[in-house]
């Protein structure tokens, strides 16, 4: 019997178990999409327990928990920081053959050094003393964290309205470990549906420029320069939180006559939504190509289920899953659209519901042009699909598709610096995949081909994809 999470954990042949631990081990980490707090990075921030770093802001481990019958306290609400640990530590056993099961164990391992001990109520205050002295060590304070996984790059999530203060700051200090880039998240722009939310957020883009905001163009120039203070500040992404993609015709007059009511307070019809959305999402795409950006769209989270949750306890607590909406259409116009003029810039398109894996796969073949090797990218398994089955499926829809040898490969997407786990776990998978395929005799025992192909995933496809200058980490060449 093959013992749980030993050093050849999810490799189920010799090839996989060398292509793991001879390539994808040892390849850094360009983390392009997360969500890390960008003054925790710049402050090298000193986490004051196992519970800050680990679970506070996870809703991953607070849906298991309420799932397993742990009142709300324990989640999000008054319970001490130890409390909602031990609360924790009595669901992981109840996570068997879910991801977290495996995350958890993977992130006391690595970087705590906790092996052959699973977390249960019996195990709770060893691995909570053991894990809390190395937190009070500089070398588990958030840089020691990073360059530890060889952390050369990360880009955070970033409010068009955002000072970038952190970044700036992280900035005076060339010879980091781990480059931070801020990421142009401009949702809030968007949410022309939700009038006093999108007003409140209109006037504090206004307060940011110092420009009253009362017209559609005033908007647009409001943006533009945020989009230009970025991109000085060194942003070189942006993303999107979508439900579907949009591509509705709409005129000038349209786009003022829906500007004028939403800023009047208004309601505005969900075609004018749709209209208005369109509109912007070609704007700032232009901009993207302008400016060299590559841009990200996160397609088909249904966000904020339980009315009863969101109102006690606000968004990104746990509430979200996977939705159904249309997308091929409207997303093969958006693009096409961009592409007619030769302002399609560098994109990444991440679905959330599986059905559309084949979808995307061949989507992004229509808007290949040559210019870029892997110029529109289907993306990493995300959000529910990062898990085990999620991560092979959409490597076998972009292997049979288009082209596994041009990916980008994996991103954590996560607010926890514990998260860089998921960087093996990808890569783990990877290797089992095709490490598999060589045993078969399916791909050919070419070491340097298949070394090549590793890495590249791994790492060199993304690095000269974006092309951001690297941390100083042990792995930069």
């Known amino acids: 019997m093959k013992p749980f999470l030993d050093q050849d954990f999810l490799l189920e042949s010799p090839s996989a178990q060398w292509l793991y631990h001879e390539v994808a081990s040892k390849a850094p980490i360009i983390d392009y999409h997360c969500h890390l707090s960008p003054e925790q990075v710049a402050s090298n921030h000193q986490f004051r327990n196992l519970y800050e770093i680990w679970l506070a802001g996870d809703h991953y481990k607070w849906r298991a928990m309420r799932s397993a019958g742990m009142p709300e306290r324990f989640c999000t609400g008054d319970a001490t920081d130890w409390e909602k640990f031990m609360a924790w530590a009595q669901t992981v056993p109840q996570t068997l053959r879910n991801p977290l099961y495996h995350w958890t164990h993977l992130e006391l391992r690595d970087p ?10 019996a195990t709770a205050n060893e691995i909570w003393t053991a894990c809390n002295e190395k937190l009070a060590t500089p070398a588990f304070r958030a840089h020691g964290l990073m ?28 010879n980091a470990a781990t480059r931070l880039y801020p990421t142009w998240r401009p949702d809030r722009v968007l949410l022309i549906d939700q009038p006093q939310v999108w007003n409140d957020w209109v006037d504090k883009l206004s307060a940011v420029v110092e420009v009253a905001i009362e017209t559609l163009d005033d908007l647009r120039q409001a943006l533009k320069r945020r989009h230009d203070f970025f991109h000085a500040t060194g942003c070189r992404l942006s993303d999107h939180g979508l439900e579907t993609a949009y591509a509705e015709p709409y005129t000038e007059e349209d786009l003022e006559l829906i500007f004028t009511n939403a800023r ?27 400016r060299g950006w590559v841009q990200q769209f996160h397609f088909g989270a249904m966000r904020n289920n339980n009315s009863r949750a969101f109102a006690a306890l606000g968004p990104d607590t746990g509430f979200d899953s996977m939705g159904d909406w249309p997308i091929a259409r409207p997303l093969s116009l958006f693009l096409d659209r961009l592409d007619a003029t030769n302002q399609l810039a560098k994109t990444i398109l991440y679905n959330h519901n599986p059905r559309d894996n084949d979808l ?6 229509n808007f290949q042009d040559g210019s870029v090797a892997g110029k529109i990218q289907f993306g990493a398994a995300w959000w529910f699909l990062d898990q085990r089955l999620g991560i092979e499926a959409q490597l076998d829809s972009l292997s049979s598709m288009g082209l596994l040898s041009r990916f980008v490969g994996m991103l954590t997407d ?17 290797c089992n995949r095709i490490g598999d395929e060589v045993e078969r005799g399916l791909l050919p025992n ?3 081909l298949l070394t090549e192909l590793i890495r590249g995933v791994c790492f060199t496809n993304a690095r000269d994809y974006f092309g951001l200058a690297l941390g100083q980490g042990r792995g930069a060449t």
């Open 112 to 121: 705590f050094g906790i092996e052959g001990k699973l977390l249960s109520p």
């Open 147 to 174: 360059a530890h996984f060889d952390v050369q790059v990360v880009c955070t999530t970033d409010d068009p309205t955002d000072s970038l203060q952190w970044h700036l700051e992280h900035a005076k200090n060339p």
């Open 264 to 290: 009047q307070g208004r309601t505005v019809s969900s075609a004018d939504v749709a209209q208005f959305r369109s509109a912007l999402l070609y704007e700032m795409a232009v901009w993207d190509h302008e």
């Open 360 to 365: 995307f796969a061949t989507l992004i073949g």
């Open 414 to 430: 996560s607010r926890s610096f514990l998260s860089y786990s998921r960087h093996e776990y990808f890569r783990r998978l990877l």
């Open 446 to 448: 070419d070491r340097g």
